[in-house]
């Protein structure tokens, strides 16, 4: 007997802390006449919060050029009598005009601004820039060149007759 009053007590301690717990929400929900979350599984315990969604920065596709390539554009447009004053490595109003003189004088949209076709015109772009898709960079490789076996003799092919 003394045992069955040990696991009652046990028992009764374990429910006793819910039991205290409804107890305490008790009032306050009948009080306002709502349900209690466990018997509303349709209304959420917490708001949802939005989810950001974070996207990668994408690099642009076209970089500036750098100061040391603008001076190298500067000094082919002073070579060709464009561009007038040192090399500073700043797309300036002076580098601008310089442009646009020496794209209208190559047949060019005239706008100041860098492109492939101004480039290669200045003798600093691809030979192939602007006038088709680039080309896919092919590895050399070793075989190339193919190596075939020396020709026979003459003496033996001779004799073979």
Request: aromatic residues 4%.
């Amino acid at each position: 007997m003394k045992w069955l009053a040990i696991v009652a007590s046990v028992a009764l301690g374990w429910v006793s802390p819910s039991a205290a717990r409804a107890s305490a929400r008790g009032p306050q929900a009948s009080s306002s006449g709502a349900t209690s979350p466990a018997a509303s599984p349709s209304t959420p315990t917490k708001p949802s919060a939005k989810k950001k969604r974070h996207y990668a920065r994408r690099e642009p596709k076209q970089k500036a050029p750098t100061p040391e390539r603008i001076s190298e554009i500067q000094s082919a447009l002073a070579r060709n009598g464009y561009y007038q004053g040192e090399p500073n490595g700043k797309w300036d109003s002076n580098t601008i005009g310089a442009m646009q003189k020496f794209q209208s004088d190559h047949g060019l949209d005239a706008t100041g601004k860098l492109d492939a076709l101004s480039l290669q015109k200045l003798g600093l772009g691809s030979d192939i820039a602007g006038v088709s898709a680039p080309r896919p960079i092919t590895p050399a490789s070793s075989s190339s060149t193919p190596t075939n076996p020396a020709p026979a003799k003459p003496q033996q092919q001779a004799k073979a007759q």
